[in-house]
């Protein structure tokens, strides 16, 4: 393989272990073409085979990441406050976080643009909504959308908390007392390993493809 074949920047390419798995289009164009990849069980995914593994040799973390949760950190499911928009933006303003979304990533979110996702967050017509808050600090959020189709359950996590076991945590606490209508489902892009062992492990369990031709996975609870 030669950087011919990709023009893409090497950290998009993923030089370093540390750059994530490969996903979408990328990770379809090395398997395509052959490439040499590897899985790497700590992320969840495939990387390229060449990598320059940059993780700590006892802890297996990359020196920048945050820390994994524990047992005492705080984690707390609440609604968005109409304060936090500044915050809101910086979470979600992040392309790679939208690879793993339905819509394509909009454009820059500013602060107007949080201002209306929150005040819709928190209304309760079609959906139910909570932030994710760890240690007083809001990473991510969890929802469940309601539709004639029953209950999906989608939810994410700012990129700079990601590889903490911040999901998985709040997902399961979310689901205790959520309330949930009709039947639970989730959709999920097949190349992301991680979303789809997370929701394994809180019990769903996959059923089918999308029916529409669009690329997901189902999973039903």
Known sequence: ?????????????????????????????????????????????WVRADVSDDFHPQTGLHPG?????????????????????????????????WEHMPQPYPGQITRDIADGLI????????????????????????RLEYSDRGSELSYWIGRSHWRRGIAGRAVRRFLETAPVRGQLHARVRPENVASLRLLERAGFRRQDAACDGSDWVILHR
């Open 1 to 45: 393989m030669t950087n011919e074949v990709f023009s893409h920047t090497d950290h998009a390419v993923g030089r370093l272990r540390s750059d994530g798995p490969l996903s979408g289009r990328l990770l379809a164009d090395h398997f395509g073409l052959g490439a040499e990849l590897a899985f790497d069980p700590l992320q969840m995914g």
């Open 119 to 142: 005040a819709l967050s928190n209304d309760g017509a079609f959906h139910h909504v909570r932030a994710i808050e760890v240690d007083g600090v809001a990473v991510g959020q969890v």
């Open 65 to 97: 990441w945050p820390q994994p949760v524990t047992s005492e950190t705080r984690i707390v499911l609440r609604p968005w406050d109409s304060a936090e928009s500044d915050l809101f933006a910086t979470l979600l303003d992040d392309p790679r976080l």
